[in-house]
């Protein structure tokens, strides 16, 4: 069975010129060479090495089809536009739908590069698929521990947020923008915070409820629903039972 939906949340961007791949090559964290296997999932970071953008590459003919939230297309495009320079690179606004769903795949429908459980992308003309609600794919990230909306501008940085697990970053492809400070992370540092699911006992809390334990601020609660959530986590206070709003949490170790 095939089930998904039109995710109206998304917006793609064309990416064409001759330039196209060694532009975003240049810029994002992850290697887009690798779009002659398949779709490429990346970020682009602040020169401080702080998440602006996360998206997704699909090779198109010539171009590079670029699937980026809606709320974010114009910020990511004038910030491409900034860097391009002289560089023979166009990016324009594309009015293709973004499907997304699970089951079998649709004919012209690629993989989410992110983790095989979140299933299939697809751009195109309307699917006829049986329907699936954006809820179920809710549950499927807090499951996976897949972050969307737990990735805040100009505040996460992505190894804590799981790229490296998401395969979003390569760190042999050399430089990017950010590039030095996620390499210093991921060679230099133990990560003491990152995003890990949790159990929800009590009512949903609203996204941004604060983690407290023995009355301390351990982190944050984002997407939560039928008992569990996707949570933002010091690790070494992340002990026992765990209060955000009226609920109780419990770290759940992967």
């Not at 699937?67 to 293709?96: F, K, P």
């Not at 329907?131 to 940085?157: C, G, K, Q």
């Not at 430089?175 to 991921?186: F, L, N, P």
């Not at 939560?224 to 955000?244: H, P, S, V």
Request: charged share 25%.
């Amino acid at each position: 069975m095939t089930k998904g939906f039109h995710d109206k949340s998304r917006q793609v961007l064309r990416i064409g010129g001759a330039d196209r791949v060694k532009f975003l090559q240049d810029l994002v964290t992850n290697d887009v060479s690798g779009l002659k296997n398949g779709p490429v999932y990346a970020a682009l970071l602040s020169p401080k090495g702080k998440y602006l953008f996360d998206f997704f590459l699909i090779a198109d003919g010539d171009d590079i089809l670029l699937d980026v939230d809606m709320a974010r297309a114009q910020a990511l495009a004038q910030r491409l536009m900034m860097y391009r320079l002289r560089a023979d690179v166009t990016i324009e606004a594309d009015d293709l739908a973004v499907w997304r769903g699970v089951g079998d795949f649709p004919t012209g429908a690629v993989t989410d590069p992110r983790n095989l459980a979140m299933g299939w992308r697809f751009y195109g003309a309307a699917l006829t698929v049986d329907s699936m609600e954006p809820a179920e794919f809710d549950a499927l990230r807090i499951e996976n521990v897949i972050p969307e909306t737990e990735l805040l501008p100009d505040e996460t940085y992505i190894l804590e947020a799981g790229f490296e697990r998401l395969n979003g970053v390569d760190f042999r492809k050399g430089c990017y923008v950010g590039q030095e400070i996620t390499a210093r992370m991921k060679h230099k540092t133990e990560l003491k915070k990152g995003l890990a699911r949790v159990s929800v006992t009590g009512d949903s809390q609203p996204v941004g409820t604060a983690i407290t334990a023995n009355d301390k601020v351990v982190g944050t609660l984002f997407t939560n629903l039928n008992g569990f959530g996707i949570a933002q986590l010091r690790f070494d206070r992340a002990t026992g039972d765990m209060q955000a709003g009226t609920a109780i949490l419990r770290l759940i170790k992967a």
